[in-house]
Nanobody, 115 residues
Framework: QVRLVESGGGLVQAGGSLRLSCAASGRTVSRLAWFRQAPGKERELVASIIGWTVKDYAESVKGRFTISRENGKNTVYLQMDSLKPEDTAAYYC???????????WGQGTQVTDSS
């Protein structure tokens, strides 16, 4: 089992920044990711990281969001800069323990445009 606890969401004006954090505990995690789901839309993959250096991003956030993982720890961050109204969503941390799929999910943290 893996427990994921997210934090860092909130209200932010367009153009602003937020940093989300996710602390994973339990089993060893091979891949961590951030997903988001806006009202009326499907959940989408925002960014993922394998190990500590292999990263991937959705086209919509490339150049604005940065995923990172604290060295030697199971804490993953999502630095979100130049936020846009369309970034408003519930953001979820997820973990893959080596099965090739995201089986574990956090409770989610809300990011909302306050413009």
């Amino acid at each position: 089992q893996v427990r994921l606890v997210e934090s860092g969401g909130g209200l932010v004006q367009a153009g602003g920044s937020l940093r989300l954090s996710c602390a994973a505990s339990g089993r060893t995690v091979s891949r961590l990711a951030w997903f988001r789901q806006a009202p009326g839309k499907e959940r989408e993959l925002v960014a993922s990281i394998i190990g500590w250096t292999v990263k991937d991003y959705a086209e919509s956030v490339k150049g604005r969001f940065t995923i990172s993982r604290e060295n030697g720890k199971n804490t993953v961050y999502l630095q979100m800069d130049s936020l846009k109204p369309e970034d408003t969503a519930a953001y979820y941390c997820s973990a893959d323990v080596g099965a090739g799929r995201f089986d574990y999910w956090g409770q989610g943290t809300q990011v909302t445009d306050s413009s």
